[in-house]
Nanobody, 125 residues
């Protein structure tokens, strides 16, 4: 059984940084098809950063240059380093193992998706 457990959210001032972690168990494909999406109340889900089936990273335009996705093979843990955070980054962030996850708005999740429970990120002064 695949389990994804996020941590690292919190309250941060604009311009600050946070690092989200996602500990993965039972997922045997490394970083392939793993990524992060977010959802704010009354907004669509937005794929933020993801590794494709080839392991290449992609980023939503809204976070490009500020967020970095990376994976630690030894720890089976996915990370999202978020720098220069803005109020519009406020959302609940979810780790996903899903080859249907693409960056941008409108992510719905495939029938075979695995999601974590989410971690809240609030950017406010």
């Amino acid at each position: 059984e695949v389990q994804l457990v996020e941590s690292g959210g919190g309250l941060v001032q604009p311009g600050g940084s946070l690092r989200l972690s996602c500990a993965a168990s039972g997922y045997t494909y490394g970083r392939a098809c793993m990524g992060w999406f977010r959802q704010a109340p009354e907004n669509e889900r937005e794929g933020v950063a993801a590794f494709g089936t080839d392991g290449a990273a992609t980023y939503a335009d809204s976070v490009k240059g500020r967020f970095t996705i990376f994976y630690d093979n030894a720890k089976n843990t996915l990370y999202l380093q978020m720098n220069n955070l803005k109020p519009e980054d406020t959302a609940k962030y979810y780790c996903a193992a899903d080859c249907a996850l693409k960056v941008g708005l409108g992510y719905a999740g495939s029938p075979a998706h695995y999601w974590g429970q989410g971690t809240q990120v609030t950017v406010s002064s």
